[in-house]
């Protein structure tokens, strides 16, 4: 049972454009969520993280948009650059527990120049 | 920021062998680390858990005798892949939590290649 599920697989933006990529997670319990950026052969690294007491949160570029009825959560990458292509994944987990994270199946994202 | 080493970030080793992996929060205590695998453009699925001075806790159908975990102090732990096959090849990252309610720091990543 997948638990986070992450789309697009695949997405290629032009530069400048708004990347969008959305997941949608089933466990309730879940009260944490990150979006990480994978390049290959490195590790994640955390792009932005919100919790369900908000609806939006914003970084610079990035921004989570998060809607709990629905139980989905999606990145917006803002005038996307081509140093932005890359891995992306979200992920979710309970912050007061002691799991791991779940993560989506992730998407790999094209910025042409 | 919060950093994790992990080492080495590739070896190749022979079938039949085992391999250790470390990885160390450097300027954090790590009451919690994590152990992933990740296949080629696949997602990175959760092997196990470790508290400090306890034992692992494995998800299922992650074999414990092979992959022994040992988390001895609050900034490191090892993964040792043991009588490693050719399958064991893949991409192996460790991530630490100071505690609850803290967030995930991952390492680099180690690249297994067991020939």
């Known amino acids: 049972q997948q638990q986070v599920k992450q789309s697009p697989q695949s997405l290629i933006v032009q530069k400048g454009g708004i990347s969008i990529i959305n997941c949608a997670y089933e466990n309730t319990a879940f009260d944490y969520f990150p979006w990480y950026q994978q390049f290959p052969g490195k590790g994640p690294a955390l792009l932005i993280a919100?919790?369900?007491?908000?609806s939006e949160k914003k970084e610079g570029r990035f921004t989570i948009s998060f809607n709990k009825s629905a139980k989905q959560f999606s990145l917006h990458i803002m005038d996307s650059q081509p140093g932005d292509s890359a891995t992306y994944f979200c992920?979710?987990?309970?912050?007061?527990?002691?799991?791991?994270?779940?993560f989506g199946k992730g998407t790999h994202l094209i910025i042409q120049p | 920021g919060a950093v994790v080493s992990q080492h080495p970030s590739r070896v190749i080793c022979k079938s039949g062998t085992s391999v250790k992996i470390e990885c160390r929060s450097l300027?954090?205590?790590?009451?919690?680390m994590f152990w992933y695998r990740q296949f080629p453009k696949q997602s990175l699925m959760l092997m196990a858990t470790s508290n400090e001075g306890s034992k692992a806790t494995y998800e299922q159908g992650v074999e414990k005798d092979k992959f022994l975990i040992n988390h001895a102090s609050l900034t490191l732990s090892t993964l040792t892949v043991t009588s490693a096959h050719p399958e064991d090849s893949s991409f192996y990252i460790c991530?630490?939590?100071?505690?609850?309610?803290?967030?995930?720091?991952f390492g680099s990543g180690t690249r297994l290649t067991v020939v």
């Open positions: 919100i919790r369900p007491d908000v």
């Open positions: 992920a979710a987990s309970k912050r007061s527990g002691a799991d791991g994270l779940t």
């Open positions: 300027d954090f205590q790590a009451t919690t």
């Open positions: 991530s630490a939590r100071a505690g609850k309610y803290y967030g995930y720091t």
